[in-house]
């Protein structure tokens, strides 16, 4: 990313300029061999699409294989897929090697115009639409509108038209069960910044994990380090109805995951590497643990260490992307997520921080360009690979 780009996220006044900025870019695809670009008018402001195919016949088309970018205050995808197309325009990509005969790619670079454009102390990490709305809550309606939901607001709401342009877009490849539809949702989270520095400040022998990530970033630590444990489960639950676990380790395991925990975090973060993971729905496990290797493998040495490059999604019940396999009976559908460190939690934190703190855009930039080859990577291997 530029030094003028990051600047312009971090000004709301330079954000319509940005968009537009964004909008032109893309539209430089739209004269070159086997690109299409389409633009969408919505009320929350104009959505991008890019599709790749070759010439093939509808029935030739035998996986489908789509790309959702900015749904939130987050840009690893946004800014992926701009390198990924400036890379191709300048023939550094070659299109012939990115063409399958077989394959059709789907691109949507910012699906919340309305997130972008309009950052405010209600909405400081561009979550909501217009209408007050987490678009990215309701995906599930694409495709599995028969799925029962817990979440009162995606039962009283209208569908947003975004969930609308994705199910018209598919629906054609949706209906012949014999094609292969692979769904990645680029996310980033506070969680992988925050939970390592929480469990590091107050793990104790009766910590109580709220949060599958814990019990995953503990795990991650005794299975790097090889530290043995006898008790099982690993985490348990105090009584049937509790909404935590708590670790099963004798004092000296725990005395020696604590130690290890502290060495893992110092040795990552004063590296400034970036924390991540991918996540999986069921009968997406394979494909993705799969995906998540090769993409760790290529770029470990700027990455958080970890033994577990993907996760299993079975913690939310709520209507994102990675979800969407497991809510329909249509076999061969693989959606999934890749979350990365999130840059902008709060945009006018980052404001202030980015006034106050004299290395702040040199450690910024260097994080998010991590994070942008970290997509932009994932882009080419799932391309690659069935």
Known sequence: MKLDTLKALLDPSQRHQLYNRILNELEKVKNLDYIFYKTYETSEGIIPLIKIADNSKFDEIKHVKVFIGAQHNEYNGLFSILRFFRLIREKRIKIDEVIKANQVLFFLPLLNPYGFLNPSKSNKSGYYLKNGTNLNRFWRRAFAPEYKNGMEDLNKVPTPEQVLIVQKLLQMYWDNEETYIYILDFHETSLLERFPIELSTNLNLFYKF??????GMLLNIIKLYRIPYYRKPLFFKCNPSADHTHLNLTHKQFETVFEKLHDYVTKNQGKGKLPFCFCYSDKSRDYCLKLANKVYNKLKEKLWETYFPAFDHYFHDHGCFVRMSDATSRPRVYSMELESQKHFFDLFEEIKKSKSELNYFENKLNLIDVSI??????????????
């Open 210 to 215: 709220d949060h599958w990530l814990k019990e």
């Open 373 to 386: 080859e970290l997509a932009f990577e994932t882009i080419k291997e799932i391309i690659e690979l069935f």
